[in-house]
């Protein structure tokens, strides 16, 4: 896709003056219902009435689909999606059954020249207020007097409102909120309100808002999350992710290596010296624990300090209380040895690539 395509399950993107409606795109995405046996079969738990196994095969489907909506309104020429529905239909016959998930909208280029007039900005020149703008108005003033009396909660129907603001006091808010809702690799990505991931997919991606959400690893930097939103929406920054290699946290640069792991929307020519940068900051930012001299009873024995905190003697490769080596990962870890290697292979595609076109 050549650009972000906005969307809004509304008729109108905030902050911007729609120039003209170019057409109806739509999308259409099946699985066999096999697909969702084999999440039920796979289930262990129930979350708040809903399975999460089934749920989080039927979001990837609709992620799908909304990356083909956009997709095809980037090839008519559009800037965004308007009045966005997205319907579940299960299809049977001759003895089968599937499931196709329908994303639908409107396609629509918006003014470049100027932006929609927002009435709290004050504008002396504006003459009238549309019942739509006024009805978000109203709702985003509500989410802001609750947010500041830290009583507003995330979820699919305070996402829904928000959906296109990109005020920096809802931002850091969604972002902060959102890195709180998934920590652990073992919980289900359907945890997130499905609206989440479209929240960044319909938002400008100013610098603001990409450094808010890079920022957010610094203080959450095990949330899965944050990952996800990382990767859905191409938030991939070499130079971002390098300094996040560089933090003295090892759960930070943990989650470097996570990013570094990640397809970019498009490798540049630039991109050769900033992943000869990274493959530099891996090697200078990994190294094994020092070791050092403690007593005991049984007298002077050196041990190496876990990422637990537990010491551990200097002859063992693996702490025994949290099974992590003396570099502070375990085997079910993303390694900065398997990094470097995917690091430097597409190094190496970039430089042939890039030495042909010359």
């Given at each position: 896709?050549?650009?972000?395509?906005?969307?809004?399950?509304?008729?109108?993107?905030?902050?911007?003056?729609?120039?003209?409606?170019?057409?109806?795109?739509?999308?259409?995405?099946?699985?066999?219902?096999n697909v969702f046996r084999d999440a039920l079969a796979s289930?262990?738990?129930?979350?708040?009435?809903?399975?999460?196994?089934?749920?989080?095969?039927l979001e990837d489907i609709k992620y799908s689909?909304?990356?083909?909506?956009?997709?095809?309104?980037?090839?008519?020429?559009g800037d965004a999606l308007v009045g966005v529905t997205i319907d579940v239909d299960e299809v049977s016959g001759g003895g089968k059954s599937m499931f196709m998930v329908t994303a639908m909208g409107t396609v629509v280029s918006l003014n470049k020249s100027s932006k929609a007039e927002i009435p709290h900005k004050g504008n002396a020149s504006l003459n009238s207020v549309s019942a739509n703008e006024m009805k978000t108005q109203l709702l985003l003033m509500q989410a802001k007097q609750k947010i500041g009396h830290k009583s507003y909660y995330l979820n699919n129907d305070t996402l829904l409102p928000i959906l296109n603001c990109n005020h920096p006091e809802i931002v850091s808010f969604v972002i902060e909120q959102l890195a709180t809702f998934y920590k652990?690799?073992?919980?289900?990505?359907?945890?997130?309100?499905?609206?989440?991931i479209e929240y960044f997919s319909s938002i400008e991606k100013s610098p603001f808002v990409v450094d808010a959400i890079y920022n957010a690893f610094l203080d959450y930097p095990e949330s899965q999350s944050l990952l996800i939103i990382a990767k859905n929406n191409f938030l991939i920054d070499y130079i971002r992710i390098e300094k996040l290699l560089s933090n003295d946290n090892i759960f930070v640069r943990k989650s470097a290596l996570k990013l570094i792991m990640m397809d970019k929307l498009k490798y540049e020519k630039e991109d050769i010296k900033s992943i000869t940068t990274l493959l530099n900051s891996i090697e200078k930012n990994f190294k094994p624990f020092p070791t050092y001299s403690v007593k005991s009873i049984m007298g002077e024995k050196y041990v190496w300090k876990c990422i637990c905190g537990k010491e551990v003697k200097a002859e063992r490769d693996y702490c025994e209380h949290c099974l992590s080596n003396s570099y502070g990962f375990s085997?079910?870890?993303?390694?900065?040895?398997?990094?470097r290697i995917n690091l430097s292979n597409r190094l190496l595609v970039l430089q042939t690539m890039f030495q042909h076109q010359n």
């Open positions: 896709m050549k650009r972000t395509i906005q969307i809004s399950t509304t008729n109108e993107i905030y902050g911007e003056q729609i120039d003209s409606h170019i057409g109806i795109v739509s999308s259409h995405v099946v699985a066999g219902a289930l262990s738990d129930i979350f708040g009435g809903q399975v999460t196994g089934y749920q989080s095969k689909a909304l990356e083909e909506l956009k997709f095809k309104a980037d090839l008519e020429g652990d690799e073992s919980q289900n990505s359907s945890y997130i309100p499905e609206l989440a085997k079910k870890d993303l390694t900065p040895e398997q990094v």
